[in-house]
């Protein structure tokens, strides 16, 4: 299926229309994201640095830059002039090194803060007690050119739904208590990424408000 075809077929699935499509490039030539901006794509998410930048490059400037993977400290400065959303923080020493990138460049870079909600030890993100030690921390109102801008999880991958719903309903609401609560100025509770290939159409009954999605749109990976 060409990818005109997989994003039409994504987009009849969406249960949630308001929900925001990121189109996943990473490993992808850039003549598959040209192909994906010119149906009307804006949002691109990679998960490498220098990928990241080498595309940004190529693509036209309106693209928005979803920073997606595992970012390292030392890497922040290659993409603070440009990226749109940094999805996977889960430190307080890496938002201290986005918020320092960020005044050089005199910019507010909108953040996600990643929770480790699967069942699977590898996976990245801050439990509820590192969350809560973050948002309560003194340290965090200081950041000022950062901007908390919501929570992003990734499910167990696995085929039983139910424990992947159950996953993601309890990001959902874990994102709610949040955005009931007084927190820092820096931070406004809005976005929840959650879903991928797999299983965004569950992430998307469960109150997602983004999705990340890589083969379904451009197929398997080529990883060299
Ligand atoms: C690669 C990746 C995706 C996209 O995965 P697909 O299964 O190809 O849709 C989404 N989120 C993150 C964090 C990823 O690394």
Redesign the pocket.
Known sequence: MSIKENLNKIKNTFSNPHCLLVA?S?TQPISALKEAYDLGIRDF?E?KVQEMVDKQAELPEDVRWHM??HLQSNKVKYIAPFVHLIH?VDSLKLLREINKQAVKVDRIIPCLLQVHIAKEESKFGLDENELEEIISGHEIQDLKNIKISGLMG?ATYTDDTARVRKEFRGLHQLFTTLKKRALPPNFEMKELSMG???DYVIAQEEGSTMV?????IFGERNYK
């Not at 990340?212 to 379904?216: L, N, V």
């Open positions: 996943v990473k998410g998960n997606i993977g996977g990734m991928m290939s797999g990340r999605i890589g083969t379904a």
